[in-house]
């Protein structure tokens, strides 16, 4: 691939379909043009700053026809909010198993922690 | 993995970030396969939570981009305040990396060559290399 020195390689499509503010492209961290395994989007893949990949959470969150158009920090924050997400219904979900004696967390354990937690009552009736 | 459904809403964060991250947080703990899918699937809902709920506060806004800030009130909207502190950080990181970026970049622009002299250099090696390629073509070994 030939290093052309006009300006460094965003993914220029991604920051089509999202908004791009001034401030936003610099959110477009560690976006070298690497293919991804298993994207669907375009190559933006993650940063060394998220763990989850950008174009994914961007692609979600379009799915949803109401949502318009979103900086690319916005969807680096969501990505940040997502993983600690995961931590805490993980964390909870452990404590049911430590209940129930058992070193497996199981699907019930997750169950348990959804319905005790006020904030995870979105998650009622998920994958029922 | 290839996606050839193309089906806009089978979409869900790759399994093997989730794993990951659960791997992480729970390092010595054994997670059934379907305590894993619905984690996946959980994240799948977080996200259109916070981002339904971040939609309707920047609508309310003046702005027709949602910003982190309109993120960041989701999320207290919603009860995850908790999470704020570690998001707000982790924006000062995105920040400051985006801020290194334009410093090098403009850094490049620096070095005191023009763009254009640049390109017009560029344009000359690609040039030659192509003029290499075509001699080399005409002397097929095979005749």
Do not use: W
């Not at chain 2, 939570?49 to 027709?64: Q, T, Y």
């Not at chain 2, 919603?78 to 707000?88: M, P, R």
């Amino acid at each position: 691939m030939a290093a052309a020195v006009e300006a460094p390689v965003p993914a220029e499509q991604d920051s089509a379909l999202c908004g791009s503010e001034g401030e936003t492209r610099g959110a477009e961290v560690e976006e070298k043009s690497q293919p991804q395994t298993g994207s669907t989007g375009p190559a933006v893949s993650h940063s060394r700053l998220s763990k989850l990949p950008l174009a994914r959470i961007k692609a979600l969150m379009k799915t949803d026809p109401d949502v318009s158009l979103a900086s690319q920090e916005s969807v680096f924050i969501i990505a940040k909010a997502t993983e600690l997400f995961v931590e805490m219904i993980a964390k909870d979900a452990l404590v049911y198993a430590q209940q129930g004696k058992r070193k497996t967390l199981q699907r019930k354990d997750l169950d348990n922690a959804i319905e005790a937690v006020d904030e995870f009552a979105f998650l009622e009736g998920t994958l029922d | 993995m290839a996606s050839s459904s193309g089906n806009d809403d089978d979409l869900t964060i790759p399994r093997a970030a989730i794993n990951k991250m659960i791997k992480e947080t729970l390092p010595n703990v054994r997670v059934a396969n379907d305590a894993r899918e619905l984690v996946v699937n959980c994240c799948t809902e977080f996200i259109h939570l916070i981002s339904s709920e971040a939609n309707e506060i920047c609508n309310k806004s003046d702005k027709k981009t949602i910003s982190p800030e309109h993120v960041i009130n989701a999320l207290e909207s919603l009860g995850f305040a908790s999470y704020i502190t570690e998001v707000k950080d982790v924006l000062q990181e995105c920040k400051t990396v985006a801020l290194k970026r334009r410093k090098a970049s403009s850094r490049l622009e620096n070095l005191g060559i023009p763009e254009e002299e640049l390109l017009r250099q560029q344009q000359e090696l690609f040039a030659k290399v192509r003029f290499l390629e075509e001699g080399k073509c005409s002397y097929h070994p095979f005749g």
